[in-house]
């Protein structure tokens, strides 16, 4: 079947130039005789015309091209037409193109947009929010709630702001329900993962992977002091962690689940897919098991 792509470019993510990337998808896919268009997002997330356009023009593959807050609003409202997404990053984390082998330079990304393979991929929901590989409840969630107001984005901007709240940082409350087992514990964070990691390569669940029906829990829990806090930091970010799924004594509890339940008494800020989130006291977590098909890297 022959392959027909819309790109889409999201014209405020991140900080690479714009009008390169379109020269350079204009030269390869043109070079490879593959029939394409070049449109921007939409900011208000509305789909419908181009969702029409899949269906009307017998569209094969979307790439997007922006961050993975950009990602879930695509693949949200397109996964149903059956279409192939890609990535090309442009975000400031872009931690499902990285979970799925596709680097940061866009021509690299663009390779694997020609030569990769199509891979059922999971993505879960957040009450009645879709998201495609990380949500995040406490400290994480709080810097990704600034970093949205700063004027200036990019991987310096999130690391700045990471730095100067982490010896700020406060535990809240919260009450957890998954795989038969309920508990109490007050944590700086929560992290439900579908991707391995948070982005810009910091591992978050080291034992994710993004089509195998399962969602990795990871809960950083109070700790007395700042510099052990910042050991433990510096393992989950690494990779270090190990799947705990009994022990309420260690710093990091890491579970996998298809479901949970979690409480959030205390109002602990949300973020989904790295975008800041309405606060919500309860909150149903669910797997939705290959839901749409993402372009990996042949080798990933």
């Not at 702001?161 to 535990?171: D, E, M, V, W």
């Not at 514990?185 to 948070?198: D, R, V």
């Not at 510099?227 to 260690?250: D, F, K």
């Amino acid at each position: 079947m022959q392959r027909k792509i819309i790109y889409l470019i999201n014209p405020i993510s991140g900080t690479k130039g714009k009008s390169s990337l379109k020269e350079l998808i204009a030269t390869e896919t043109t070079n490879r005789h593959i029939p394409f268009e070049i449109l921007p997002t939409a900011a208000d997330g509305d789909y419908s015309s181009i969702k029409h356009k899949i269906e009307l023009e017998h569209v094969t593959d979307v790439v997007i091209c922006g961050g993975d807050g950009t990602v879930n609003q695509v693949v949200k409202a397109l996964a149903a037409t059956n279409v192939q997404f890609g990535i090309i990053p442009m975000g400031s984390g872009n931690g499902l193109a990285l979970a799925a082998g596709i680097p940061k330079a866009s021509a690299k990304a663009l390779e694997i947009v020609f030569t990769g393979k199509a891979v059922l991929t999971d993505g879960f929901m957040v009450n009645e929010h879709f998201a495609c590989m990380l949500c995040g409840l406490g400290f994480d969630a709080q810097v990704a709630h600034q970093f949205a107001d700063q004027p200036k984005r990019g991987l310096g901007t999130y690391a700045s702001l990471t730095t100067r709240h982490f010896f700020n940082a406060k535990p809240y409350p919260f009450r957890v329900i998954a795989n038969k087992l309920e508990f109490s514990t007050e944590a700086f964070f929560l992290s439900i993962a579908n991707s391995n990691q948070f982005g810009n390569n910091f591992t978050i669940a080291p034992q994710a992977i993004l089509s195998d029906g399962l969602l990795d829990v990871v809960i950083v829990k109070k700790i007395a002091k700042p510099l052990l806090l910042l050991t433990v930091m510096q393992q989950v970010l690494a990779g270090r962690i190990r799947r705990i799924e009994n022990s309420m004594n260690s710093p990091v509890i890491y579970f996998q689940t298809s479901e949970l339940f979690i409480s959030n008494p205390a109002e602990a800020p949300i973020h989904i897919d790295g975008e800041p989130w309405e606060c919500q006291r309860q909150l149903h977590i669910r797997v939705l098991p290959q839901y749409f098909k993402l372009i990996h890297a042949a080798n990933g």
